[in-house]
């Protein structure tokens, strides 16, 4: 999800080809690529039992490094002087990634629930069609992780409502700025 919003907003805001074209580089390569990349290697080191990551302090590393990369995306967008929006989405990864890293010390909340409900507080700004199809893959995400037994409907509520609100809330005051 987050490549496709990042896609989404540039596209939609940026005028400027070559920095559109950098802008969704910069988060297939710090968002997606790296991440999943980090996290196979996590998974054959046997730091990671599962693909779901089941146990939650198993979480901890790809948290911390999921931060690291938004810290470098948000540098790289603000020193190639990209549009504030690209800028304001890597903000609301990182927040949303400590948000997670913080509450995965104490409980575990869907990250998916959350990784789906990142892009519908964005959306909400732009296309409200395209904010009630990422709700129905929300629900449908959100009903697969129960399915599969990694979360509880409190877990998966939870995500999304965090990432919905934090994400919306976020993007709103860099929309002020």
């Known amino acids: 999800m987050n490549f496709m919003i990042f896609f989404y907003v540039a596209v939609k805001i940026e005028p400027n080809e070559t920095k559109q074209i950098i802008s969704v580089l910069i988060s297939f390569l710090f968002g997606l690529l790296i991440p999943v990349v980090y996290f196979v290697i996590m998974r054959k080191k046997g730091r990671i039992d599962d693909d779901d990551a089941n146990i939650r302090q198993q979480r901890k590393n790809p948290y911390l490094f999921g931060i690291l990369l938004t810290i470098i995306a948000i540098a790289l967008s ?45 959306t909400i700004f732009y296309s409200k069609m395209f904010t009630m199809i990422l709700f129905i893959i929300l629900i449908l995400t959100g009903w697969s992780r129960i399915k599969l037994k990694v979360h509880t409907i409190t877990q998966v509520v939870l995500g999304g409502i965090l990432g919905f609100l934090v994400s919306g809330l976020i993007f709103q005051i860099f929309l002020l700025i």
Do not use: D, Q, R
């Open 78 to 122: 603000s020193f190639l002087h990209l549009k504030i929006e690209i800028i304001a989405l890597w903000v609301v990864y990182f927040i949303n990634s400590l948000l997670l890293l913080i509450i995965n010390k104490f409980w575990k909340i869907s990250a998916h629930a959350m990784g789906v409900a990142i892009p519908m507080g964005i």
